[in-house]
């Protein structure tokens, strides 16, 4: 099968901010361009680079509450695609859509992304609006029986006609005149919720795959939501660089300890350029206007924080901090501000779950261009303290190592064959092992 989108785009988990969490279907421009300087300041050093608006950009009434109903009013241009509220993004105006906004991105040293819906909105194919390029109109490639369901706003596209294609060639030549760098593509990926099943659209994702491809601007594409089907890994790698594993991810500890199973699934299918997503990092100040909860600082405990950090950075996952970043704590942003745990989400290799029980699990990975390794070990347990035990021969490692803290920053001692630490309950330690 033919590779499609370009896999040296994003040979590393990508890293950044999504409004998602913190502001849901209607950020406005000036709380990105917050978040987006809040990142130049304080972030950009240490690998966080997009800045990336999430769902409801084209909605004018849309609401926590409502965004679901159907055919909701949306911004449509005369192609039937989809413009910025003006109202919330006033550099929009005038038909400049998101390239003064991407533009000041772009000047900050960033990179600017986008959530798109798949299929077309249901009020071009009620307009019957033209498809850019050809002599058909949205009419005749929508599908009212396709809609999301749970985004009662937009139709499925009829890719078995050229035009379909065409459509979505139309929605990227708009997003590379706008210089966007990041595309979350939503309703796409297995989604399994509320007592409804959405499948994996395999060819809408091959028609924006190839739209992506071929568009003549280099843009990362993101699948959403999950969970993927282990069995689409071969075709996901080749269509996107990264994908959904979960449905949305909150700030739960259940939902938390779910991951974990997820994660060890997928870890062998990570490969350069093509990543499993763990979904958002619920951190910092949330649900200001989100869709789940009231605003606050995450419900995660500390040791909470400290488990999900660990469990995608020595995973791999893509990194998308989901709080409003100036009003986030301090603790939120040293997480995401330790460099050598981000060594371990930016280069590390043989990503693997060891063990994992109701109590304990233990991840191992080793360090990219050194014989150094790494090792997470997780108290999923009630119990307030876990002396957790890890078999150095697991790792391929005997005799004498030499082992650092890397949350504390602390030189533990050397250890021969075996290492034991006490972790807190719902907490997390990871560990550096070099025997140099």
């Known amino acids: 099968?033919?590779?499609?989108?370009?896999?040296?785009?994003?040979?590393?988990?990508?890293?950044?901010?999504?409004?998602?969490?913190?502001?849901?279907?209607?950020?406005?421009?000036?709380?990105?361009?917050?978040?987006?300087?809040?990142?130049?300041?304080?972030?950009?050093?240490?690998?966080?680079?997009?800045?990336?608006?999430?769902?409801?950009?084209?909605?004018?009434?849309?609401?926590?509450?409502?965004?679901?109903?159907?055919?909701?009013?949306?911004?449509?241009?005369?192609?039937?695609?989809?413009?910025?509220?003006?109202?919330?993004f006033p550099s929009a105006q005038g038909g400049r859509g998101f390239k003064p906004l991407a533009d000041y991105i772009h000047s900050l040293g960033l990179k600017f992304g986008i959530h798109i819906m798949r299929g077309i909105p249901w009020i071009a194919a009620e307009q019957d609006t033209p498809v850019l390029g050809t002599a058909k109109s949205a009419a005749q490639i929508a599908n009212p029986e396709d809609m999301c369901l749970?985004?009662?706003?937009?139709?499925?596209?009829?890719?078995?006609?050229?035009?379909?294609?065409?459509?979505y060639d139309s929605l990227l030549a708009l997003y590379v005149s706008w210089g966007v760098d990041f595309i979350k593509a939503d309703d796409l990926g297995f989604w399994d919720g509320d007592g409804l099943i959405s499948p994996y659209r395999v060819d809408e994702v091959e028609a924006l795959s190839s739209a992506v491809a071929n568009c003549g601007r280099d843009i990362v594409l993101s699948l959403s939501p999950g969970a993927a089907y282990i069995g689409d890994a071969f075709h996901l790698r080749r269509h996107a660089h990264l994908w959904r594993i979960s449905c949305d991810f909150w700030d739960d500890w259940e939902a938390l300890k779910r991951q974990f199973s997820r994660c060890a699934r997928w870890a062998n299918r990570i490969t350069p350029g093509h990543w499993p997503d763990a979904d958002m990092l619920p951190l910092g100040k949330i649900g200001i206007r989100g869709e789940i909860g009231e605003a606050r600082q995450t419900h995660f405990t500390i040791n909470e924080q400290y488990t999900l950090m660990t469990l995608w950075c020595i995973f791999r996952s893509p990194l998308m901090f989901g709080g409003h970043l100036p009003e986030s704590d301090d603790l939120a942003i040293q997480l995401i501000t330790n460099e050598e745990v981000l060594a371990v989400n930016q280069a590390s290799e043989q990503n693997r779950e060891l063990f994992r029980d109701d109590r304990v699990c233990i991840w191992a990975a080793s360090a990219q261009g050194s014989s150094a390794q790494y090792a997470a070990l997780f108290n999923l347990s009630e119990e307030d303290s876990v002396d957790i035990e890890l078999d150095l021969s697991l790792m391929g490692i005997h005799?004498?190592?030499?082992?650092?803290?890397?949350?504390?920053?602390?030189?533990?001692?050397t250890f021969t064959d075996r290492i034991s630490q006490p972790v807190p309950k719902h907490g997390a330690i990871l560990l550096k092992l070099s025997q140099d």
């Not at 785009?9 to 969490?21: F, I, V």
């Not at 749970?150 to 459509?167: E, I, P």
Request: glycine share 8%; hydrophobic share 35%; net charge negative.
């Open 1 to 88: 099968m033919k590779q499609v989108v370009k896999s040296d785009l994003a040979q590393r988990p990508p890293m950044g901010w999504n409004s998602w969490d913190c502001f849901g279907v209607n950020v406005t421009e000036a709380e990105v361009r917050q978040n987006a300087e809040f990142i130049a300041k304080h972030l950009k050093d240490y690998g966080w680079e997009y800045v990336v608006v999430d769902l409801g950009w084209y909605a004018p009434t849309a609401t926590r509450h409502n965004y679901k109903e159907p055919k909701i009013p949306m911004i449509i241009d005369e192609y039937g695609r989809l413009l910025p509220v003006e109202e919330r």
């Open 150 to 167: 749970w985004y009662n706003s937009m139709y499925g596209v009829d890719t078995t006609q050229s035009t379909g294609q065409a459509y």
């Open 399 to 413: 005799g004498k190592v030499k082992v650092k803290d890397l949350w504390e920053k602390e030189v533990l001692g």
